[in-house]
């Protein structure tokens, strides 16, 4: 947060971390080494306008303009065929006009059905113009908590964030939903072909425990070693700022339409250049400018370097049935279970706790630290960090923690019997997703009074007007009446009872769950659940479901659970 810091080396090269009540102090006791050095790692426009805000007292948030331009240019071809948006696109990257066009949420809704198109239904998408503050407000509410859904990790944004212009908040949002859009074909269960990855010594398990952007790099050094050059990349910013790896890989990738010796024989921009051009050529998404690559941009860089992937992987695609077999062990192909694992591993996400993302519950929990960290944020205190293993290298190391989590999990009061340790470790979905599950219940109704099961039964009883449900599995919820009418006692505005069909087809069950859903969204309910849970009556999701209509009827959000810093943090 460059407005709370500002970073400075003195001349005895130590650095230091002071509050931007001292910029002048710094520049005074500094000189231009101090301020040359902070000031070094922007763009020429952004340093100019941090020298000037230094001087003037004004220090603010920045954002850069180069990503500003790429979005734009990526959202416009992403878009480009999407019907209704005529007075949104095409956005124009030199005005800068895509802060202006995504106050209303409109455009952004899109984006995220670009992203999963199950996310929001557009029934509940308040579109009739004007719109009023009001109708504004319930559209972001929507597409933020859809956003999360996504698997983005989106903390105190608000729909202020948008309508006050608040830009360089608005970017990081964009930049997380254009980032798994562009990766969303970087795993195994898209692209089985990426066994081909594998390292000598590797089974199909270590390749699925990879993030999508450390999937994406190996795929690039697998082509710059196929190519038989010595270059690998480690980054997508330094590393690739010349372009001669780009040059390589799309000449490995299609060498009838990409001559290597001819970008090479080029510098600087005019050898990007060339490498766009080829990137083109072979179908790549058309935004990136060269100043993009050769500013050594990582989030630019990394947006095209997925581009490039998802035209041409140029990896044999032909998978052996012997390694389908291998990679349906690893996947879980418990449908039910695999959404409870998405929920969840979005909920732990959306917590914002330090250093903590979740790409797989099953993989990212074996060290016992994220557990720990989670578990902490539940209930401040309980766990004694002294004893916990702070790099879990090994077996032993993991087993300890993870004792450690089944021991704070039963003075929570979890119900574990039959889990160990060793269960976490060894990757027991079945156990995992049973210790979990607990923890978010816990949170979720800690957050709503440290309610239990009944008392939110008793609530869901009290607002469903006229609707009695016997448990959070009753064959009544399938028609999502029960949410429309707790949705009315909250807010009679939201639901368009024209939309709501009656009767309990199948299409008709769908239809209603999505639409409940949205509507939920639109309070401003963080939602993880999936239409299919209301239609298969997972008591769990729907039990979150009720719970988070419950944190907005009684005026309490996610947000709240933060802790003391992050609240501190906040508030600043």
Same mark, same amino acid.
Not at 113 to 132: E, G, M, Q, W, Y
Not at 140 to 152: R, Y
Not at 359 to 373: A, F, M, P, Q, R
Not at 485 to 501: A, C
């Given at each position: ?12 090269? $130590? ?45 603010? $948030? ?6 500003? $331009? ?10 480009? &065929? ?33 992203? @999963? ?7 509940? #998408? ?18 933020? &908590? ?21 830009? !360089?908040?608005?970017? =990081? ?13 970087? @795993? ?39 190519? =038989? ?38 510098? =600087?921009?005019? +050898? ?22 050769? &500013?050594? %941009? ?25 390694? !389908? ?34 790409? %797989?519950? !099953?993989?990212? /929990? ?24 702070? @790099? ?29 340790? /060793?269960?976490?470790?060894?990757? %027991? ?67 368009? $009872? ?22 939920? +969204?639109? #309070? ?32 309490? !959000? ?15």
């Amino acid at each position: 947060y460059t407005d709370f810091f500002f970073f400075f080396s003195s001349r005895r090269r $130590h650095t230091r971390f002071l509050p931007v009540s001292w910029a002048r102090r710094c520049v005074q006791e500094t000189g231009t080494w101090g301020i040359y050095t902070y000031l070094s790692n922007f763009q020429l426009q952004t340093r100019m306008e941090l020298l000037t805000q230094l001087i003037t007292g004004e220090f603010k $948030h920045t954002y850069s303009h180069e990503e500003v $331009h790429a979005y734009s240019q990526l959202i416009n071809s992403m878009l480009k &065929s999407e019907q209704g948006l005529e007075e949104y696109l095409p956005l124009d990257p030199d005005t800068e006009n895509i802060f202006e066009r995504l106050e209303d949420g409109v455009l952004l809704a899109h984006l995220i059905h670009k992203v @999963n198109p199950d996310l929001i239904d557009f029934r509940a #998408l308040n579109t009739k113009k004007p719109l009023s503050v009001f109708k504004q407000k319930e559209n972001l509410n929507l597409v933020i &908590s859809a956003a999360k859904a996504t698997g983005a990790t989106i903390i105190s944004i608000f729909p202020e964030t948008f309508m006050k212009n608040i830009k !360089h908040m608005i970017l =990081g949002v964009i930049w997380q939903i254009l980032k798994i859009w562009v990766l969303s074909q970087l @795993n195994l269960q898209s692209s089985p072909y990426l066994v081909r990855l594998l390292n000598p010594g590797e089974e199909i398990k270590d390749l699925f425990k990879l993030p999508p952007e450390k999937l994406l790099i190996r795929w690039f050094n697998y082509h710059l070693e196929q190519a =038989g050059t010595a270059r690998r990349v480690k980054n997508l910013s330094e590393d690739v700022k010349d372009s001669e790896c780009y040059a390589i890989l799309l000449n490995q990738l299609c060498p009838s339409e990409c001559n290597k010796e001819e970008a090479l024989s080029l510098e =600087g921009d005019k +050898r990007a250049e060339k490498v766009i051009d080829y990137s083109k050529k072979i179908g790549a998404t058309s935004f990136t400018e060269p100043y993009h690559i050769t &500013s050594g %941009n990582p989030k630019v860089n990394l947006l095209f370097t997925a581009s490039i992937f998802n035209a041409c992987p140029g990896l044999e695609i032909t998978v052996t049935e012997e390694e !389908h077999k291998e990679i349906s062990v690893v996947i879980d192909d418990d449908v039910e279970g695999s959404r409870e694992e998405r929920a969840f591993r979005m909920y732990i996400n959306s917590l914002g706790i330090e250093n903590v993302y979740v790409n %797989n519950i !099953h993989e990212d /929990i074996k060290d016992g630290l994220v557990l720990l960290k989670v578990m902490e944020r539940v209930q401040p205190g309980i766990v004694n960090w002294k004893k916990v293993e702070q @790099n879990p290298n090994n077996r032993f190391k993991q087993i300890t923690n993870c004792n450690m989590v089944v021991d704070i999990g039963k003075q929570m009061g979890f119900s574990l019997v039959g889990i160990g340790g /060793i269960d976490i470790v060894d990757g %027991n979905k079945k156990l995992n997703l049973a210790l979990v599950w607990q923890l978010v219940k816990k949170h979720t109704l800690q957050v709503i009074g440290g309610w239990n099961e009944e008392k939110l039964l008793q609530w869901v009883n009290e607002k469903s007007g006229g609707i009695k449900l016997k448990n959070f599995k009753d064959s009544q919820i399938k028609t999502s009446q029960v949410f429309f009418q707790i949705i009315d006692s909250i807010n009679k505005d939201v639901v368009d $009872h024209s939309i709501v069909q009656n009767g309990d087809s199948d299409q008709i069950i769908q239809n209603n769950a999505k639409y409940a859903i949205s509507c939920a +969204r639109k #309070l401003g309910a963080t939602v993880f659940l999936l239409w299919e849970d209301i239609r298969d009556l997972n008591p769990k999701m729907i039990m979150a479901f009720m719970a988070a209509l419950a944190q907005i009827e009684k005026g309490v !959000h996610l947000e709240t659970m933060l802790d003391p810093y992050e609240k501190e943090k906040k508030t600043e």
